[in-house]
């Protein structure tokens, strides 16, 4: 399964973390996450400094959230890249 990889550094933490909104957001639309889910994903970046794996539904989603993160104000402190494998979360 197509999965992607995302870290997000974390000096996106006070008043430049609402950037993190648009990451929360997309990740919903493009993986079909609930709030909720893409919300926590987001905290363990941006707050843990870890890197998570978040299964893609299919490979056009995983490259479509990979376009529209790299479309966003914040694209440069958001790093994802695809791999082959299941979700899991790596500590950074």
């Known amino acids: 399964m197509l999965a992607v990889v995302l870290a ?6 006070g008043p430049v973390s609402v950037g993190t909104v ?3 957001k997309a990740l919903s639309a493009h993986l079909g996450l609930d709030l909720a ?6 905290s363990r970046c941006t ?10 539904p299919s490979s ?4 479509s959230l990979l376009v529209a993160l790299a479309a ?3 694209a440069a402190r958001v790093h994802a890249t ?9 500590n950074g």
């Not at 997000?8 to 933490?13: G, M, R, S």
């Not at 889910?37 to 987001?42: D, F, G, H, L, P």
């Open 8 to 13: 997000i550094e974390p000096d996106l933490c």
């Open 22 to 24: 648009a990451v929360i």
């Open 37 to 42: 889910a893409a919300e926590a994903a987001v």
């Open 47 to 56: 707050f843990d400094g870890a890197s998570v794996t978040l299964d893609a």
């Open 60 to 63: 056009t989603a995983a490259e």
């Open 72 to 74: 966003l104000p914040i």
């Open 82 to 90: 695809l791999t082959n494998g299941s979700a899991r979360t790596r």
